[in-house]
Nanobody, 124 residues
């Protein structure tokens, strides 16, 4: 029912910026908690950021706090992740995710819908 398509990934130098976008289909999108996760080679998928359905609450992991900003435009059914001051350790495949409700926004298991992922590579 819900399709998520990420875009905006690519190669960037350390210290640079990228904006990831996730276009979502489905009328219920505006009521879904949305999130970004990332997965580096040989690593488990890890939480990056999440945002409540109305945009009034955001959640970040400490390793990106102050550098990344999550936002959403419900009128456009689009989720964003603005990334700045990028570091080589940010290199990963970034996935957007969506799920109903508000509980445990940092938990990978609470999201029902996932995009295909977009590669972010940060060179030193």
């Amino acid at each position: 029912q819900v399709q998520l398509v990420e875009s905006g990934g690519g190669l960037v130098q350390a210290g640079g910026s990228l904006r990831l976008s996730c276009a979502a289909s489905g009328r219920t999108f505006r009521r879904y908690t949305m999130a970004w996760f990332r997965q580096a080679p040989g690593k488990e998928r890890e939480f990056v950021a999440a945002i409540s359905w109305n945009g009034d609450s955001t959640y970040y992991d400490e390793f990106v706090k102050g550098r990344f900003t999550i936002s959403r435009d419900n009128a456009k059914n689009t989720l964003y992740l603005q990334m700045s001051s990028l570091k080589p350790e940010d290199t990963a495949v970034y996935y957007c995710a969506a799920g109903p409700g508000t509980d445990y926004p940092r938990a990978v298991g609470r999201y029902d819908y996932w995009g295909q992922g977009t590669q972010v590579t940060v060179s030193s």
